[in-house]
């Protein structure tokens, strides 16, 4: 069975930092790109990072440039999304999903989802 589990979100105050990490299964993860993606409240699906399977090319949504960092540990079947400077506008819930083909802002690119994890900003 094909499983992908997200953990560390929570509550956080602005400025502050969180670790979300993806645990996959039942597939061989070493082989996929790996994508974080967003839903905020009452907003569509925002793209926010990707890393290749190898864990050497990683990307990233312009609003999260140089506060966020994806990184994977292929030994270990995980990926994690280090998140740092937090807004109050990164409030969303956070998805891990393997890539599969296309755009990475396109969902349609997506293959796996994991059930998310919500991560608050807020004082």
């Known amino acids: 069975e094909v499983q992908l589990v997200e953990s560390g979100g929570g509550l956080v105050q602005p400025g502050g930092s969180l670790r979300l990490s993806c645990a996959a299964s039942?597939?061989?993860?070493?082989?996929?790109?790996m994508n974080w993606v967003r839903q905020a409240p009452g907003k569509g699906l925002e793209w926010v990072s990707n890393?290749?399977?190898?864990?050497?090319?990683?990307y990233y949504a312009d609003s999260v440039k140089g506060r966020f960092t994806i990184s994977r540990d292929n030994a270990k079947d995980t990926v994690y999304l280090q998140m740092n400077s937090l807004k109050p506008e990164d409030t969303a819930v956070y998805y891990c999903?393997?890539?599969?083909?296309?755009?990475?802002?396109?969902?349609?690119?997506?293959?796996?989802w994991g059930q998310g994890t919500q991560v608050t900003v807020s004082s």
């Open positions: 890393i290749n399977s190898g864990g050497v090319s990683t």
């Open positions: 039942g597939f061989t993860f070493s082989t996929y790109a």
């Open positions: 999903a393997t890539h599969l083909s296309g755009p990475m802002s396109s969902s349609s690119s997506y293959g796996y």
